[in-house]
Nanobody, 118 residues
Framework: QVQLVESGGGLVQPGGSLRLSCAAS????????MGWYRQAPGKQRELVAT???????SYAESVKDRFTISRDNANNTVYVQMNSLKLEDTAVYYC????????????WGQGTQVTVSS
């Protein structure tokens, strides 16, 4: 069973930076895509950024030019560097890993809290 373990959340002031990490274990396959989603209180979960196993990245408009996603295929690990954080970035951030092995398999981490506050 694939497990995703996230780390790196916390409290930061507006304009600050955080780096989230997520490692997938329990599989010999490289995830076809990995990414980050977030869910703020009272809102639906939304895409933050994704990256394919070939390194093609995409971002939500709200985080473009501030967040950078990267991954280490050898270790099935994905990162997101978050700079110039804003109050509205406050949310629980969830890691996602997607595998196409005959059929689609989606896995989620438990979530890590990011709070941007002065």
């Amino acid at each position: 069973q694939v497990q995703l373990v996230e780390s790196g959340g916390g409290l930061v002031q507006p304009g600050g930076s955080l780096r989230l990490s997520c490692a997938a274990s329990g599989t010999m396959f490289v995830a076809n895509a990995m990414g980050w989603y977030r869910q703020a209180p009272g809102k639906q979960r939304e895409l933050v950024a994704t990256i394919t196993n070939r390194g093609s990245a995409s971002y939500a408009e709200s985080v473009k030019d501030r967040f950078t996603i990267s991954r280490d295929n050898a270790n099935n690990t994905v990162y997101v560097q978050m700079n110039s954080l804003k109050l509205e970035d406050t949310a629980v951030y969830y890691c996602n890993a997607r595998f196409f092995i005959g059929t689609l398999h989606d896995y989620w981490g438990q979530g890590t809290q990011v709070t941007v506050s002065s």
